[in-house]
């Protein structure tokens, strides 16, 4: 018979709210450094300037795929887990409209300050699994995360959202997303910093039910486990 693992026992909703609570406080304790542990002490411009590094590296290389012959200022852009607006701010001088969504209300906080000055920005708290909380006013172009899905501990929450940017996405759109490919990371239910880790099959596998093609893929067994899927 199994060991009982309580934290097996974890539901879904306590598995949201305890990412909410857990970001929130590593928000409030240092935002920057849980963002981008790359530094503790970010000064604005090297923060705001390691977002246009990401967004020059994921998508400047990579404007066939990602515009797709359109033009980035007529685009709309949906960003999964902002964080503390470091990309936002960056993807919001290239598209036409940025709508980020993130779980940790002091997350949001700290975007909506970075992008004040930004009129194309729109950023939501939402709950951690979907994107009801962006007005379904119009399909969107393209689709971007970093650094998030390898946090979750849920695959069926990282299903969601791919689910999710399916319905709002226009057919043929890019969904271009990073996602834990090393298994030597051990997640558990309870925790919102390892998040779980995917195979290629996987991730084939989430693509074909969520209604995407998996065209490309960069980095499997690794963290940065790089994944395009278009739209159907
Ligand atoms: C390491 S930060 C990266 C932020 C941003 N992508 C960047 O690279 O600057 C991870 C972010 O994902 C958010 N996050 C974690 N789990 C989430 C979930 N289930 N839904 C939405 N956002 C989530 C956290 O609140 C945090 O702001």
């Given at each position: 018979m199994p060991e009982f693992d309580p934290q097996a026992e974890l539901d879904p909703q306590s598995q949201l709210d305890k990412m909410r609570l857990d970001w929130d406080q590593r928000a409030r304790e240092n935002a920057r450094y849980y963002v981008a542990t790359g530094k503790t002490d970010w000064s604005d411009a090297e923060f705001f300037a390691s977002g246009e590094q990401a967004v020059a590296e994921d998508i400047l290389t990579d404007m066939g795929n990602v515009c797709q012959g359109r033009d980035p200022r007529h685009m709309r852009v949906i960003e999964i887990g902002c964080g503390a607006g470091r990309i936002t701010r960056a993807l919001a001088g290239l598209f036409g409209e940025i709508h980020a969504v993130d779980v940790s209300g002091e997350m949001v906080a700290r975007a909506r300050q970075a992008c004040?000055?930004?009129?194309?920005v729109f950023i939501y708290q939402n709950n951690g699994t979907d994107l009801t909380v962006i007005p379904d006013t119009a399909p969107f172009d393209f689709a971007y995360s970093t650094i998030v899905f390898q946090h979750i501990p849920s695959r069926q929450v990282i299903e969601n959202y791919v689910r999710e940017v399916g319905r709002r996405l226009r057919p043929g759109a890019l969904f271009k997303f990073q996602v834990q490919g090393d298994f030597r990371v051990q997640s558990s239910p309870d925790d919102t910093w390892l998040g779980v880790s995917f195979t290629e099959q996987q991730a084939m596998e989430m693509a074909w039910r969520c209604g995407f093609d998996p065209r490309y893929r960069h980095g499997a067994g690794e963290q940065y486990f790089w994944l395009w899927f278009f739209r159907k």
């Open positions: 004040a000055d930004r009129p194309n």
